[in-house]
């Protein structure tokens, strides 16, 4: 009994620590007036490379404009594990900031193994619950960066949120790339994770730079061009009573440098 105590821990844990990441990739990265742009929700444990696609009444994407978030249709795509949608930007004279959010399920650890749904409700199925996490996850994409615009730091007010403090147009390889992350509105102090496209799509949680922001700052080192990536997480939050010890809370920032 003992040995499969520890075996279910080893797994509690290893769920915890290992949950997808919501990331969002365009299809292009190109803008005209008035026509419609694509993008991607990703779910993977590497990053930017898709592995499975959300449920989509959990998920949801779109446009960031005129402070206010305008919601995509989304579309399962099961061929390229991912989600679909497309926005038409009123303006693409500023930076265009595209989001996607999921609103986690509650994942239990079991004596069964792992399962979905409510604590208070496996129990009442007569099983052991020795974990109940639930997982939400906040991304967002910024897009068509110019110097002079002012529109890229924009705040959406996520529970866990990236906010770039460099103006991704500005940035260059070799420099760093500054950010300031807000937990529930306060700074947030802990790792940091980031990553550029192409670094090791064959190996899952790996990424090319690690920091710990400090009273909300964190300074990434760019190394590369291409679509980056910036990452923060808040594991142990308080859960809700009868639904879920813990409420752990992941947040990406997207971004390309020239």
């Known amino acids: 009994m003992r040995k499969i105590f520890s075996a279910l821990l080893i797994l509690s844990l290893c769920t915890q620590l290992h949950?997808?990441?919501l990331t969002i990739k365009p299809k292009s990265t190109e803008f005209k007036q008035g026509e419609i742009f694509e993008a991607t929700v990703q779910s993977s444990h590497k990053f930017i490379i898709p592995e499975e696609v959300e449920i989509l009444e959990r998920v949801k994407a779109?446009?960031?404009?005129?402070?206010?978030?305008?919601?995509?249709?989304?579309?399962?795509?099961?061929?390229?594990?991912?989600?679909?949608?497309?926005?038409?930007?009123?303006?693409?004279?500023?930076?265009i900031i595209l989001f996607a959010t999921k609103d986690g399920?509650?994942?239990c650890?079991?004596?069964?193994?792992?399962?979905?749904?409510?604590?208070?409700?496996?129990e009442a199925q007569g099983l052991k619950v020795i974990s109940a996490n639930k997982y939400d996850k906040f991304a967002k994409i910024i897009l068509n960066a110019s110097h002079e615009d002012k529109n890229f730091n924009a705040a959406?007010?996520?529970?866990?949120?990236?906010?770039?403090?460099?103006?991704?147009?500005?940035?260059?390889?070799?420099?760093?790339?500054?950010?300031?992350?807000?937990?529930?509105g306060q700074?947030?102090?802990?790792?940091?994770?980031?990553?550029?496209?192409?670094?090791?799509?064959?190996?899952?949680?790996?990424?090319?730079?690690?920091?710990?922001?400090?009273?909300?700052?964190?300074?990434?080192?760019?190394?590369?061009?291409?679509l980056w990536g910036v990452r923060a997480v808040q594991n142990n939050l308080p859960g809700v009573k009868d639904d879920y010890d813990a409420l752990n809370l992941r947040s990406f920032l997207l971004f390309y440098v020239k």
Do not use: Q, R
């Open 156 to 184: 959406l007010n996520f529970p866990l949120e990236i906010i770039p403090v460099t103006n991704p147009a500005d940035v260059k390889t070799g420099e760093y790339f500054d950010v300031k992350i807000l937990l529930n």
């Open 19 to 21: 949950a997808h990441e």
């Open 62 to 95: 779109g446009i960031f404009e005129d402070g206010k978030f305008i919601n995509s249709k989304l579309t399962a795509d099961e061929k390229n594990l991912c989600i679909n949608f497309d926005v038409t930007p009123k303006n693409i004279n500023s930076s």
């Open 105 to 107: 399920e509650t994942w």
């Open 187 to 226: 700074n947030y102090t802990g790792p940091v994770w980031a990553s550029y496209d192409g670094f090791t799509p064959e190996y899952e949680n790996t990424y090319s730079y690690y920091t710990e922001a400090e009273n909300g700052i964190a300074h990434i080192k760019i190394t590369n061009p291409g």
């Open 109 to 122: 650890i079991t004596n069964e193994g792992g399962k979905s749904g409510a604590k208070s409700k496996l």
